[in-house]
């Protein structure tokens, strides 16, 4: 098993940033890629950001030039910088870490964390 520990959510007044963290511990080999998805009352649960293993980026169209996606393998850790928040961008963010063994793929998600934007 994987466990993620999501931290960094928080109330922010439009215009600021906020940096999420998601900390991976258990059974963490084999992780291919981490990810941001996000789900707003009443909505599903949408990508945000994903990083692969080695390194590339991927993001929403909605995100894009705000978000920045990294990670730091050492620590196991994914990040989200998250700038030029808007109201639009209140939700709560789940972190979604991936594992392929073999053919089989196994997802794993946080607990999620609360970002609320004011405006």
């Known amino acids: 098993q994987v466990r993620l520990v999501e931290s960094g959510g928080g109330l922010v007044q439009a215009g600021g940033s906020l940096r999420l963290s998601c900390a991976a511990s258990?059974?963490?080999?084999?992780?291919?890629?981490m990810g941001w998805y996000r789900q707003a009352p009443g909505k599903q649960r949408d990508l945000v950001a994903a990083?692969?293993?080695?390194?590339?980026?991927n993001y929403a169209d909605s995100v894009k030039g705000r978000f920045t996606i990294s990670k730091d393998d050492a620590k196991n850790t994914v990040y989200l910088q998250m700038n030029s928040l808007k109201p639009e961008d209140t939700a709560v963010y789940y972190c979604?870490?991936?594992?392929?063994?073999?053919?089989?793929?196994?997802?794993?998600w946080g607990q999620g964390t609360q970002v609320t934007v004011s405006s």
């Open positions: 979604k870490v991936t594992r392929h063994v073999g053919s089989t793929t196994y997802d794993y």
């Open positions: 258990g059974i963490i080999c084999r992780i291919n890629d």
């Open positions: 990083i692969t293993r080695g390194g590339s980026t």
